[in-house]
């Protein structure tokens, strides 16, 4: 249909008929679910915090691209009017566009950037040979090798707000029955950019199985962030991670028992004294072994903003330190 309505505004505009549409052939974008509305798609600005809100209609502008990524609609009363919407929120039809306009979208947020400087987040990293014992069917599992990135390095789980109640935030409800039942490939792909996707896949082997599309609707959409911004900072945290004696310590330790003091003793010498405070580590009875699956680590602050993880660690609260140790699984079935 997006095609078909792309085709008929050319050749509307090859016959010389490029003046305003009238009211019996306009077009509309009629919003399917909440979505930020862009002033710019590249800087992704969003004045005044502006959503679409589900069923209603705003007056088509133009596309992007061909194939479109996004339309520009009229929402009226946002300054400026003029807004970019991904095309996945929504679809073109035929539509009077003097008819009552939709009421102006609420703020997701205050203006204020205070909600931001005090988000909490949990950023959860899974050693994915642990969670490869559990589902052994699974595309990135059937593919990793001892040789594979993930087999010596923390995999991305995801970045959660907290509380965890903070969860489907303006999802649709089809979406949200898809989710659950674990059918993610029935759910709408993540608009990213090139460079982000690039960074989300080297450190989520996951996205073989669509995980990014079940992290964005259940924790994404609660974090007030475009796509591309929230998965880019997850994508930064878990390399950066990746990047001390954290990982180093888990890759020299494959195959025997890690305790949970070194782990949170290698936090503190990678991100500050208490750093190892704000990790909880998450273990699995695997047969006779107990295998860590699983770190959670605290973050408070300009989470989506220019806070680094050293800070965001240190301004956390303090956890219970889970379990008490286990053994690092190798790659492959044990």
């Not at 050749?11 to 679910?33: D, H, N």
Request: charged content about 20%; proline content about 8%; overall charge neutral.
């Amino acid at each position: 249909m997006r095609l078909l309505a792309a085709m008929a505004l050319a050749l509307l505009a090859a016959f010389g008929s490029a003046a305003p549409s009238t009211a019996a052939s306009a077009q509309m974008f009629v919003a399917s679910k909440a979505c930020p509305a862009y002033q710019s798609i590249k800087k992704q600005t969003n004045p005044g915090d502006i959503r679409t809100v589900p069923g209603a209609s705003y007056k088509f502008v133009t596309t992007n691209n061909t194939p479109a990524s996004f339309d520009q609609i009229i929402v009226p009363d946002a300054v400026p009017p003029e807004r970019w919407v991904a095309v996945s929120c929504g679809t073109l039809t035929t539509g009077t566009p003097d008819a009552a306009p939709p009421p102006r979208p609420a703020p997701i947020a205050p203006p204020s950037p205070a909600p931001a400087k005090r988000a909490d987040y949990v950023l959860a990293l899974s050693w994915e040979p642990a969670f490869c014992e559990g589902v052994p069917r699974a595309t990135e599992c059937r593919r990793q090798t001892s040789g594979s990135y993930e087999a010596t390095h923390f995999s991305l789980h995801g970045l959660w707000p907290q509380p965890r109640s903070a969860a489907y935030c303006s999802v649709a409800a089809a979406d949200r029955e898809a989710d659950k039942a674990h059918d993610w490939d029935a759910l709408p792909a993540v608009e990213l950019s090139a460079a982000t996707w690039a960074e989300l896949r080297a450190v989520m082997p996951g996205t073989q199985s669509r995980l990014e599309r079940h992290e964005w609707i259940e924790h994404g959409t609660c974090s007030g962030a475009a796509p591309d911004l929230y998965f880019h900072r997850a994508a930064l945290f878990a390399g950066t991670v990746n990047n001390t004696a954290i990982a180093d310590l888990f890759a020299r330790n494959i195959g025997r028992r890690l305790d949970g003091a070194a782990i949170r003793q290698a936090f503190d010498t990678a991100f500050g004294r208490g750093a190892g405070d704000r990790v909880r580590i998450a273990c699995d009875q695997d047969g006779s072994r107990r295998i860590i699956t699983e770190i959670t680590i605290g973050l408070r602050g300009d989470v989506l903003g220019s806070g680094s993880i050293g800070e965001l660690i240190a301004a956390a609260p303090r956890t219970d330190p889970g379990c008490t140790g286990g053994i690092v699984d190798p790659a492959g079935l044990q």
